[in-house]
């Protein structure tokens, strides 16, 4: 089958245009009947080229989507790759458990969250995704089925964590969950008024809250520069495992002609959303899914972008580096005139990932998005992503879509040792583009 236009796309907006799709049923039973390279697509929450793969063949993973083994005693789950973590939320959380680690939307496959090593709001304190994985089982274009553990080919099972699909298929996950007391959070909301507010807020943070992460208004400047909103939050001890979740149902209704999103309507939504925040430290018991995935309740929101798609930008810092270089971005965004919508800034902890290729270091992590503007988005991009390098840092491959190759093997040096776990049958745009191959 041929991609139709606009269908499999990745969450900038990039198209698969070209690629051959396939179930991945059908490419287990014959891997050698389709067109290569071949990658696996899992729920195209990728920002960029990462999950794209437009001279070759799209495996479809999402029908691997079985829940084999679930156990209520230890927290133990093994499923399919393709399981929507939506849907493994609506299974555990009943019954008192939760993923480790989660990112922004719940709409991501547990193969593409193993992939991209994927981190929340808790990187602080329990590392990435791929922390908490035990064992996986890895499909190779020649037919191999091989289990990796951390104990079992070792070397496929740390290339293969934040390894953006390009070792082989993975199939089934094995996770490590972890017990919860209550489907309720126990969230603070601070307002700061600078970047030393944040950083202080976030020091003091760590060590007594879960989830801990800021919004920046990326318009204010002048003596508001830096301004924000700082959330924290752990699971709440006790309060059911029901609470109310506000409905999801609401959809963006059409791809306007030209992004919604600019400084006009920018200002206005940061202004909303900052006095539209509860002030004062006091705890709100608040449902998990706005509190973890806000987003998820309009779907189809980068539509908002228009057609040309939205550029996200994420990059992480050294901590010694830190505070210069958020600021010298957010300088630079300002000054150049660009609006980002979400402009989020957390730090990362010590953990380390078993991943070989895993994009979070210890320090600062900003994200910042804008509507694709062409070359006047894509010279900021490149300016933010030389800011991020010279201060030790790196720029996260599975939100761009548009770094050089010498910026990704800036943020990577380890790169060409990842390179010999690849699977000779696997590439990807992304891939093609960053390597020198
Ligand atoms: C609103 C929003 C919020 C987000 N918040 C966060 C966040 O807080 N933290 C964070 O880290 N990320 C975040 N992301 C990014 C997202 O979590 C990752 O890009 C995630 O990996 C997407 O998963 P997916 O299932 O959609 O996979 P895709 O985007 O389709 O694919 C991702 C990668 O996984 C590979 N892959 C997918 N399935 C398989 C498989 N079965 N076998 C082998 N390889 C596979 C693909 O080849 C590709 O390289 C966010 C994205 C959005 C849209």
Redesign the pocket.
């Known amino acids: 089958m041929t991609v139709p236009r606009g269908a499999y796309r990745s969450?900038g907006g990039l198209s698969a245009q070209g690629s051959e799709i396939v179930d991945a049923a059908d490419w287990i039973e014959r891997p050698d009947r389709f067109r290569r390279p071949v990658?696996?697509?899992?729920?195209?929450?990728?920002y960029g080229d990462?999950?794209l793969n437009s001279r070759g063949s799209l495996i479809d993973?999402r029908s691997l989507a079985n829940v084999q083994t679930f156990d209520r005693e230890t927290g133990l789950l093994t499923c399919g790759?393709?399981l929507l973590l939506d849907r493994l939320l609506d299974i555990v959380v009943p019954a008192g458990w939760f993923p480790c680690v989660t990112?922004?939307?719940s709409f991501?496959?547990i193969?593409?969250?193993l992939?991209?090593d994927?981190?929340?709001k808790n990187h602080h304190a329990a590392g990435t995704f791929g922390c908490h994985v035990r064992a996986f089982e890895l499909m190779r274009s020649d037919g191999q089925r091989i289990l990796c553990a951390p104990d079992m080919n070792a070397d496929l099972f740390a290339a293969t964590i934040g390894g953006?699909?390009l070792t082989g298929?993975?199939t089934q996950v094995t996770l490590q969950l972890m017990p919860i007391r209550s489907a309720a959070m126990e969230q603070e909301v601070l307002h700061f008024d600078s970047l030393d507010g944040f950083f202080g807020l976030a020091a003091e943070s760590d060590s007594t809250h879960d989830y801990t992460v800021a919004w920046i208004d990326a318009l204010a400047s002048g003596r508001h520069f830096g301004r924000g909103v700082f959330f924290r939050a752990n699971h709440a001890p006790d309060f059911g495992f029901l609470p109310p979740q506000p409905g999801r149902n609401l959809r963006f209704p059409i791809e306007p002609p030209f992004p919604l999103i600019n400084r006009v309507t920018l200002s206005a939504f940061n202004w909303l959303y900052r006095h539209s925040q509860p002030r004062g430290a006091a705890p709100r018991r608040v449902p998990y899914r706005p509190f973890f995935y806000p987003?998820d309740r309009i779907r189809d929101w980068n539509r908002a972008y228009g057609p040309q798609g939205l550029r996200q930008f994420q990059c992480a810092v050294p901590m010694a580096g830190a505070r210069r270089a958020v600021e010298e971005m957010l300088h630079r965004t300002l000054a150049a005139g660009e609006a980002s919508f979400l402009t989020v800034l957390k730090l990362f902890g010590a953990k380390r990932s078993p991943g070989l290729m895993s994009f979070p270091i210890q320090g600062a992590t900003l994200t910042l998005d804008f509507p694709n503007r062409g070359a006047r988005t894509e010279a900021l991009l490149t300016e933010l992503d030389r800011i991020a390098i010279e201060a030790g840092g790196r720029v996260n491959p599975?939100k761009d879509a548009r770094m050089s190759a010498a910026t990704f093997q800036a943020s990577f040096p380890q790169w060409r040792d990842f390179a010999t776990h690849i699977d000779p049958g696997f590439s990807?745009d992304f891939w093609r583009r960053v390597s020198d191959g």
């Open positions: 969450w990658l696996a697509y899992g729920n195209g929450r990728s990462s999950c993973a790759a393709g990112p922004g939307t991501v496959t193969g593409g969250a992939a991209n994927v981190h929340g953006f699909g298929l993975i987003l599975y990807s």
